[in-house]
Nanobody
Framework: QVQLVESGGGLVHPGGSLRVSCLLSGRTLSRNTVAWFRQAPGKERDFVAAMFRGSYTPIYEDSVKGRFTMSRDNAKNTVYLQMNSLKPEDTAVYYC???????????????????WGQGTQVTVSS
């Protein structure tokens, strides 16, 4: 059974940093495309970052480029999202997602992912 478990969310001041993690069980991380999405209250689930299967080069949404860094540790079957220079508009529930078959052009499309974690809340506020 595939499980994704996020952790590391919390409350941080504007300009601060936070790292969220996603532990995968039931699948081999290196063989899958993995992504981070976020959903703010009353809004749709938006793409944040992703790594295509077999790749260590992340793809980022424009508003987080230069501030967020996605990485993966295949030995630990864990994906990370390091978030720096956080802004109030980054406040959301952050989800990791996994899929083994999607094509690269669909990597930003939440509907293409088969497996999701439960989410972790990130709040940026003074």
């Amino acid at each position: 059974q595939v499980q994704l478990v996020e952790s590391g969310g919390g409350l941080v001041h504007p300009g601060g940093s936070l790292r969220v993690s996603c532990l995968l069980s039931g699948r081999t991380l290196s063989r899958n495309t993995v992504a981070w999405f976020r959903q703010a209250p009353g809004k749709e689930r938006d793409f944040v970052a992703a790594m295509f299967r077999g790749s260590y080069t992340p793809i980022y949404e424009d508003s987080v480029k230069g501030r967020f860094t996605m990485s993966r540790d295949n030995a630990k079957n864990t994906v990370y999202l390091q978030m720096n220079s956080l802004k109030p508009e980054d406040t959301a529930v952050y989800y990791c997602a996994l899929d083994s078959r999607l094509i690269l052009s669909s990597i930003r499309n939440a509907e293409q992912y088969d497996y999701w974690g439960q989410g972790t809340q990130v709040t940026v506020s003074s």
